[in-house]
């Protein structure tokens, strides 16, 4: 994609004018219409300015300045690059620090980088191969062999995890696929969307938090997500307290 065209999209998908983004990048919006139109040339220190400004994740900013011929500003390093050991090391520090909640760790794709021993409780009974680091948890989350089956309220719980798919459609439509046509519950949904759950140690009444490295400028950091499920009762909290599950 040529980067005039490249940035019109992502500042209409940002719904943001002409003048709007202009001012926020430090510009006219003489220049920038003249830049969209392709009658000037973004230097790279515009182009990262403009992708700055349209709050694009490291990865867009990366496509954005390739589009307009320089090369990327952001690394994307494998999570086993030396340089990235302390990241791991906080990683596994946050996991055993939520103990005994359930808390793991997955890249963009979903595919599930770790985990901390409680989320056993969230995965038991799913097929072999559908667990571990590597696999993709929302597929373990919606696959018939999956959780899915113990999962009470279905509906309501896949229609967030496939809200969270957009920038993967391939996936999203094959998980969408294994949902059924259910109707979501009547009435309020409450605070957030709970995760009720049936489990070997009783039923579970979870919500989730996602954890995100917030200053991050590799790409491979900067799309990690920690998720942790949390109890929304003393009954989900009892039973993640009691013994076997610390």
Same mark, same amino acid.
């Given at each position: 994609?040529?980067?005039?065209?490249?940035?019109?999209?992502?500042?209409?998908?940002?719904?943001?004018?002409?003048?709007?983004?202009?001012?926020?990048?430090?510009?006219?919006?003489?220049?920038?219409?003249?830049?969209?139109?392709? $009658?000037?040339?973004?230097?790279?220190?515009?182009?990262?300015?403009?992708?700055?400004?349209?709050? %694009?994740?490291?990865?867009? $900013?990366?496509?954005?300045?390739?589009?307009?011929?320089?090369?990327?500003?952001?690394?994307?390093?494998?999570?086993?690059?030396?340089?990235?050991?302390?990241?791991?090391?906080?990683?596994?520090?946050?996991?055993?620090?939520?103990?005994?909640?359930?808390?793991?760790?997955?890249? $963009?794709?979903?595919?599930?980088?770790?985990?901390?021993?409680?989320?056993? %409780?969230?995965?038991?009974?799913?097929?072999?191969?559908?667990?571990?680091?590597?696999?993709?948890?929302?597929?373990?989350?919606?696959?018939?062999?999956?959780? /899915?089956?113990?999962?009470?309220?279905?509906?309501?719980?896949?229609?967030?995890?496939?809200?969270?798919?957009?920038?993967?459609?391939?996936?999203?439509?094959?998980?969408?696929?294994?949902?059924?046509? %259910?109707?979501?519950?009547?009435?309020?949904?409450?605070?957030?969307?709970?995760?009720?759950?049936?489990?070997?140690?009783?039923?579970?009444?979870?919500?989730?938090?996602?954890?995100?490295?917030?200053?991050?400028?590799?790409?491979?950091?900067?799309?990690?997500?920690?998720?942790?499920? %949390?109890?929304?009762?003393?009954?989900?909290? /009892?039973?993640?307290? /009691?013994?076997?599950?610390?």
């Amino acid at each position: 994609m040529d980067f005039p065209r490249a940035l019109r999209e992502r500042r209409t998908r940002s719904h943001l004018s002409q003048l709007d983004l202009a001012l926020r990048a430090g510009t006219t919006q003489r220049h920038l219409s003249f830049i969209e139109s392709g $009658r000037s040339v973004a230097g790279r220190n515009m182009v990262i300015r403009l992708a700055e400004s349209l709050e %694009l994740p490291l990865r867009d $900013r990366n496509e954005l300045l390739v589009s307009a011929g320089y090369a990327p500003a952001y690394a994307e390093s494998p999570l086993d690059d030396p340089t990235l050991a302390p990241v791991r090391t906080a990683i596994d520090h946050i996991l055993r620090g939520y103990q005994p909640y359930p808390a793991l760790v997955v890249d $963009r794709q979903g595919d599930l980088i770790a985990a901390n021993d409680a989320f056993g %409780l969230i995965a038991e009974g799913a097929a072999a191969e559908l667990v571990g680091p590597g696999r993709n948890v929302y597929r373990l989350a919606l696959h018939p062999d999956g959780v /899915a089956p113990r999962i009470r309220n279905l509906a309501e719980w896949a229609r967030h995890i496939l809200a969270r798919l957009g920038h993967l459609p391939e996936l999203r439509d094959e998980l969408a696929g294994y949902v059924p046509d %259910l109707e979501p519950s009547a009435g309020q949904l409450g605070f957030a969307v709970p995760l009720d759950l049936l489990s070997s140690r009783g039923e579970l009444h979870l919500m989730t938090t996602i954890t995100t490295f917030a200053t991050a400028v590799d790409v491979t950091l900067a799309e990690l997500k920690l998720e942790a499920f %949390l109890p929304v009762d003393p009954a989900t909290a /009892a039973i993640l307290h /009691a013994p076997g599950n610390m």
